[in-house]
């Protein structure tokens, strides 16, 4: 049994998070900004842990951390003011890295999106700050001394999980052929918790028909 803690608790992947890995057997504590999502959260077999990590610093963030075995980040802004999404997708993300590290909690999982860091993404578009702060987060993820895997998805939907994906190495596929559910999303994140040989690695991927510990290993 692991201890694992999910920052960004309440969001669609997260929770199907929890369900799968308290239904596994593990200990979650999920982390959540609004107490009226506590129930949600409770629902999943998770321990829900009400703190805003936009409004935490890193040594407070570290003793809530503390006595885990691995964190996995799915927080986010979901848009909007591009200063809210660089105090959360960025710097809050960071400094939950620098806590970890501080609580001695190496192993980490982010989630990212397909193509963070690579795509060349305008000013004037409105993803711009979005792609920007995340860039930047996986980067310094990359070079925290953390037992990192960035989980990369495409554009996500809300089909059901099928326990299969493709990896997508070349970020060359047509827009309409990008998606994946975000079950599998979780079932993703998940599969890599469990298996210490994707530790320092990226998995684009998008939905498909290669079963995940497969497509993991490919």
Known sequence: ?????????????????????????????????????????????????????????????????????AVVWSAGAGGGAPERTKAVDRDAAMASMDAAARAGVFRYVMVS?????????????????????????????????LQWTIVAPGALSLDPGRGSITRDRDNDRALDEISVGREDVASVIAAVLEDETTVGNTYEFVGGNTPIAEALRG
């Open 113 to 145: 999106y397909r193509g963070a860091g690579r795509d060349e993404v305008p000013a004037d578009n409105p993803f711009h700050t979005y792609a920007e702060a995340k860039a930047t987060a996986d980067a310094h993820l990359r070079s925290s001394g």
């Open 1 to 69: 049994m692991r201890s694992i803690v999910i920052i960004g608790g309440h969001g669609k992947v997260a929770l199907h998070l929890a369900r799968q890995l308290t239904e596994r057997g593990d200990r979650v504590t999920s982390l959540i900004r609004n107490p009226d999502h506590q129930s949600d959260v409770a629902d999943t077999g998770a321990t829900p842990v009400v703190l805003d990590v936009e409004q935490t610093d890193a040594e407070s963030l570290a003793t809530v951390l503390g006595g885990h075995d």
